[in-house]
């Protein structure tokens, strides 16, 4: 595990416009800095980035947080990942607390040692005409091959002492490079065109390697090593980002062929899993990156098979407003042979009309009974509940399971007490426009001034309290603030609370806050309404004491006394 200090510490020495400026081209307007958003498709600039309280916020699609939120999101990376990318970039070590998960540290040495086979493939390539021809059958031009790093390996068994210094190199094993057998080495690829496998920072990280002519297996994967975990990586999504950003959505797609195949008919966000199913860290990295994903998937069998489970693992990461759809070719195509037989306009024809989750999921499961029986509505409702149970999409869910209500014939109501599942509540009535120009409550108003200088928090009275989600914000900020260090920045308390059930309410404030003038004093003005809070409270429990008349106890007109008192010293001070 990371240390909150030093992530706290990374943010204190980041300057979040160096790093969005990576990605995205900033302009200067006023104190902020002001982009066309990233994450969605506009005309005129409402991503905004904050370089005095280190974090950004779109007025348009609500995308907010601090530059580890933005690498994140922008590339597709881990937090963790997304935190060490950003240390190395200032030339600090990520420290490890001691943990029960087992730390593999990655040196630096295997990346290279990955580049230096890939340059041997790459030239290998060039010298083979049989490899050339091949590939050239497949309709790929020079320029596809070189983008995505195309190599061949020769058929022979130790090809890769010509691209090492050190054929005995225990590294070449721990890569899957090589193959060590009863005290004999020899390499894993030989006589196949070499697909190298890049992370989303650029760093090969394996390879998959297509045999020329006929042979088993026809596709060889890298094994699982230190760099290489094929259920958290995708070919090309590297290559892809761009196109994906751009276009919003992302196909997944079962080889390597077909993604290049794609990109070279002009499909260019297209990305494949890895010799395994589709998996949960893949869906949440793609919902990070874009607001559609398509699976294509073969229409035999196997792809049947394939794209269901692709199903049960995306349930659990499914988001409200962000689709996920299935296409599925004729049995006899794949992407790759689709597109060269057909066209680009035409399969992206069938990704525009590819079915939605929803309609997959319920085609799936009416499918598998008789609605007409009695029996077969009972199964229907027992083989939809492991599913629709998974969903946490408050809408998709409630849609789903009045969908699946109305076809057994129950109510929402009977449907999620036979399932023993808490009902999803209907969404809020909308508050009508012309509420709206109520001006910020007092509490909303401390709140944006403990975000702009969350020090001020120890300003706070120690039992300080107040009602709703604002003050239920207040108290946990002030808890995180007595357990963090003695400086802490507004960057550093959004990503704290990021992803936590005070994570909107912040979000709130962060727009809000971003409005504020650059002259704005923000300690005064939350002294001021700290001490209206007060003296609000004191009216209020004097005038509950009053209504008590002649029937008060001495103590309470003790405590009466005692807070005129203190409503009378306030406003002397106010004075």
């Known amino acids: 595990m990371i240390p909150k200090s030093f992530i706290q510490d990374l943010l204190n020495r980041l300057d979040i416009v160096d790093v969005i400026e990576r990605y995205v081209t900033l302009k200067k307007a006023g104190t902020n800095f002001v982009a066309c958003c990233p994450f969605h498709t506009e005309k005129s600039p409402s991503f905004t980035v904050s370089q005095s309280k280190q974090f950004y916020h779109c007025f348009g699609c609500g995308a907010h947080g601090t530059a580890i939120g933005f690498v994140m999101e922008h590339t597709g990376m881990g937090f963790v990942e997304a935190i060490e990318d950003l240390a190395k970039g200032i030339g600090l070590a990520v420290p490890q607390e001691a943990s029960n998960i087992p730390q593999h540290k990655v040196a630096p040495d295997l990346y290279d040692l990955m ?150 008919s002009g499909v260019e966000y297209a990305v494949a899993t890895l010799g395994t199913a589709t998996t949960s860290f893949h869906v949440q990295k793609l919902l990070r990156l874009c607001e559609q994903i398509v699976f294509c998937f073969d229409g035999d069998k196997p792809g049947q098979k394939a794209a ?89 869910a409630l849609l789903l399971r009045k969908e699946i209500a109305a076809l057994v014939g129950v109510t929402q109501a009977e449907l999620e007490a036979l399932w023993s ?75 704290h609370f990021q992803d936590t059930v005070h ?16 002259n704005f004093d923000v300690r005064a003005e939350f002294a001021g309404v700290l001490k209206k809070l007060r003296l609000d409270a004191i009216e209020a429990e004097m005038s509950a004491l009053l209504e008590k008349g002649l029937s008060m106890s001495p103590v309470e007109r003790e405590l009466r006394a005692s807070l005129q008192a203190e409503k009378n010293q306030l406003k002397a001070v106010s004075a």
């Open 503 to 518: 994570e909107s309410v912040f979000v709130a404030a962060q727009g809000d806050i971003m409005q504020w003038p650059s």
């Open 115 to 264: 580049q230096s086979a890939t340059r041997y493939y790459r030239e290998q390539l060039k010298v083979t005409p049989r490899a050339i021809e091949y590939l050239k059958k497949r309709g790929l031009s020079g320029e596809v091959a070189a983008r995505f790093g195309i190599g061949y390996s020769p058929d022979d068994w130790q090809n890769l002492k010509a691209a090492v210094p050190n054929y005995q190199d225990t590294s070449l094993v721990e890569t899957g490079l090589v193959i060590e057998n009863e005290g004999k080495r020899y390499d894993r690829f030989r006589d196949r065109v070499m697909f190298p496998i890049v992370n989303v920072r650029g760093q090969i990280i394996g390879f998959g390697g297509r045999v020329l002519d006929k042979g088993e297996p026809k596709y060889l994967n890298s094994p699982e090593t230190t760099l290489f975990e094929k259920g958290h990586e995708l070919y090309g999504l590297y290559q892809a980002q761009k196109a994906i950003r751009a276009q919003q959505r992302v196909i997944v797609v079962e080889g390597y062929m077909d993604v290049v195949a794609l990109a070279q």
């Open 421 to 495: 599942v808490k009902p999803i509540a209907a969404a809020p009535r909308a508050v009508p426009q012309k509420l709206k120009r109520n001006p910020a409550s007092g509490v909303r108003t401390l709140l944006r001034c403990l975000v702009m200088q969350p020090d001020l928090a120890r300003e706070l009275p120690r039992d300080w309290q107040g009602e709703g989600a604002e003050s239920a914000a207040i108290v946990a900020l002030v808890d995180w603030l007595r357990e963090s260090a003695d400086e802490t920045s507004t960057a550093a308390l959004i990503q």
């Open 308 to 396: 269901w489970r692709a199903l049960e693992n995306a349930l659990p990461h499914l988001q409200d407003g962000k689709r996920l759809c299935f296409l599925f070719l004729p049995e006899e195509h794949d992407p790759d042979t689709y597109i060269r037989e057909y066209g680009h306009d035409a399969f992206e024809r069938e990704v525009e009309n590819a079915l939605p989750l929803s309609g997959y999921l319920l085609r799936e499961l009416t499918s598998q009974v008789d609605l007409r029986t009695q029996e077969g509505r009972s199964a229907l409702l027992k083989n939809a509940q492991p599913l629709l149970t998974a969903i946490t999409a408050p809408t998709t």
